[in-house]
């Protein structure tokens, strides 16, 4: 089985909802010896700790028929918010040419979130989408599971 070549200098986003940091390869493409060079965190309580209204209520403009309104996931919203903020300084980087290669490692969801919020140019730095969530893992760690997710 092929492992992952990493090249030097690649920036490795590692988050999802809530924790990012951003790893720089400065090893080997073979041997990577990864360093984190930026890492955040933001608060994001549960919905039920967010906001407190009861789902609200649509009348129809003809007759008296009424229908429930979805309630506003907060929690989800926030990480959704997240997630656009990450794919902004991503964005930035790549426009101030501060990395050549990028790896994006999050969930599922989050990982579609940022799909959708890369810009062009930061898309075309992509090398690889791994969906998993490796926020709670060492960065030694992350050089194993990444080097066998080739």
């Avoid at 980087?93 to 799909?115: C, F, K, N, Q, S």
């Amino acid at each position: 089985m092929p492992r992952m070549k990493i090249a030097n200098g690649t920036w490795i986003l590692v988050g999802d909802g809530r924790r990012a940091m951003v790893l720089r390869n400065d090893g080997l493409a073979e041997s990577p010896n990864l360093h984190c060079i930026s890492s955040r965190e933001t608060e994001n309580p549960r919905t039920r700790d967010q906001g407190s209204d009861a789902p609200g209520r649509a009348f129809a403009s003809v007759g008296a028929m009424r229908s429930a309104v979805d309630t506003t996931d907060w929690h989800d919203e926030a990480e959704k918010r997240f997630a656009a903020s990450l794919a902004a300084d991503l964005n930035a980087a790549a426009h101030d040419g501060r990395y050549e290669h990028l790896i994006v490692v999050a969930p599922p969801r989050i990982l579609a979130e940022l799909r959708q919020d890369l810009s062009g140019e930061a898309r075309a730095r992509l090398r690889a989408e791994i969906d998993k969530d490796l926020t709670r893992h060492t960065i030694a760690d992350i050089e194993t599971i990444l080097l066998a997710a080739g």
